[in-house]
């Protein structure tokens, strides 16, 4: 019985006034209605979304942006974890200060190799500038490394008030060797 009440005592706090989910503007994937599919130059196909904001362990406002990359080539891809950047905006369309890169899980190097045929769940972690309920959209810009050249993806969410907050941030799995 304890548990069960733990259990609705983290839902309760999760769906409270300082959270909210985003959902992705461009969303294109059937099985997540939230996610946004997008292939990148015939070499990967990579699912994005967003878990939502909240507040982290520390206090700080946060956001999640998740990406499922899937290595369709037969050569290695990187995903550039150096080149991960937030940009946030309010009310009409306001940028607000920059978000902070925090941490990519599972823990690892800033270039992570996913191998032919492989796929590989990241975790990006931003701290919000804001409490999370005073954005409206975001953007991420995210990069694949394809052979020698880089290619930049944005991709954009919005706020969604009206949606539970996402699945809350899983532990860090670890990232299946490269062959």
């Known amino acids: ?74 050569a290695p891809i990187v995903f550039d974890s150096d080149a991960l950047r937030l940009v946030v905006f309010g009310a009409h369309g306001v940028p607000l200060p920059p978000a902070r890169f925090s941490v990519v899980t599972p823990l690892g190097p800033a270039q992570v190799s996913i191998g032919p045929g492989a796929t590989t769940t990241l975790e990006a972690y931003f701290v919000l500038p804001v409490r999370p309920r005073m954005i409206d959209t975001m953007r991420v810009r995210w990069s694949l490394k394809i052979g020698d050249a880089g290619h930049s993806v944005m991709s954009s969410f919005t706020r969604d008030d009206e949606s539970m907050v996402l699945d809350p941030p899983r532990a860090a799995r670890p990232v299946a060797p490269s062959t």
């Open 1 to 74: 019985m304890r548990g069960l009440q733990l259990t609705a005592l983290f839902v309760l706090a999760a769906c409270g006034p300082e959270t909210t989910s985003f959902r992705t503007v461009d969303a294109s994937d059937p099985d997540r209605p939230s996610a946004a599919r997008y292939a990148v130059r015939d070499a990967a196909r990579v699912d994005v979304w967003s878990n939502g904001g909240y507040f982290g362990s520390s206090g700080d406002p946060m956001t999640h942006v998740g990406f499922e990359i899937r290595n369709t080539s037969s």
